[in-house]
């Protein structure tokens, strides 16, 4: 069984930086790309950055130049570091992966195709 594990979820105050890991197994290295999702609660699931096995990067408008995503392969891991962190930024954040090809930088549709999730890490930011 695929396993996703996120760490480095916390509580900061807005204008903080956090950075999220996500270990993944070999076999989801090639997959494609890999990519965040936040929930908050009573709201939608939404794509906040992704990366292809390329390197090629999408970031949800409201994050952009604040959030950057990276991945490692050496290190089976994929980043989030986030900079400037707002009171919207709070959520439960989810690392996904192995998307088919064509939704890749479709941060609004992909979370629909991922086969596989992590368990998620929550990041509060406060005023």
């Known amino acids: 069984q695929v396993q996703l594990v996120e760490s480095g979820g916390g509580s900061v105050q807005s204008g903080g930086s956090l950075r999220l890991s996500c270990v993944y197994p070999?076999?989801?290295?090639?997959?494609?790309?890999m990519a965040w999702f936040r929930q908050a609660p009573g709201k939608e699931r939404e794509g906040v950055a992704a990366i292809t096995t390329e390197g090629i990067t999408t970031y949800k408008r409201s994050v952009q130049g604040r959030f950057t995503i990276s991945q490692d392969n050496a290190k089976n891991t994929l980043y989030l570091q986030m900079d400037n962190l707002k009171p919207e930024d709070t959520s439960m954040y989810y690392c996904?992966?192995?998307?088919?090809?064509?939704?890749?930088?479709?941060?609004?549709?992909?979370?629909?195709?991922?086969?596989?999730w992590g368990q998620g890490t929550q990041v509060t930011v406060s005023s």
């Open positions: 070999e076999s989801v290295a090639s997959k494609n790309c």
């Open positions: 996904a992966a192995d998307f088919p090809r064509f939704l890749c930088v479709d941060l609004t549709n992909m979370g629909q195709a991922a086969h596989y």
